[in-house]
């Protein structure tokens, strides 16, 4: 079974949202042979002041969950959000070899140049996600 890695943001969001949207993205690629991983969990530890080891606790094990994964799934379908952890678990990928897909839904992040270099594809709707996704497997 491969690993479907989902990126996207988290920070100021209830737990529920968050989970809400991994679910969407699981029940996207249900049937599809994969299971989509997110670092939910961690939400309720990012809404609180972090310490320095708290940080790099949270953030090596972000790391460590990316770094087993197959596949690299980037939300970044909401306009004028900085996505900077979304950003710095993309350059891991792409340091690490792996594919990555952005899902960029009605935004204008896909015209982001670092963003075009790094990805192998670029979304703008969840059946283009569900296709790349595809392909990868067919690989």
Not at 6 to 18: G, I, K, W
Not at 49 to 78: C, W
């Amino acid at each position: 079974m491969k690993i479907v890695f989902l990126s996207h943001r988290f920070d100021f969001l209830e737990p529920e949202q968050v989970d809400s949207k991994t679910k969407e993205f699981s029940n996207l690629l249900a049937g599809m042979g994969v299971t989509v991983i997110s670092m939910t969990t961690l939400a309720d530890e990012r809404k609180k002041y972090l310490d320095i080891d708290t940080i790099r606790t949270i953030v090596q094990g972000d790391l460590d969950e990316l770094k087993k994964a197959d596949i690299l799934l980037m939300d970044v379908s909401l306009e004028g959000w900085n996505y900077i952890g979304v950003t710095c678990e993309m350059v891991y990928a792409f340091t690490w070899g792996k594919p990555i897909i952005a899902y960029v839904g009605n935004t204008t992040n896909g015209q982001r140049l670092w963003l075009q270099y790094h990805v192998g594809a670029i979304c703008h709707t969840l059946d283009e996600v569900k296709n790349e996704i595809r392909g990868l497997l067919d690989d």
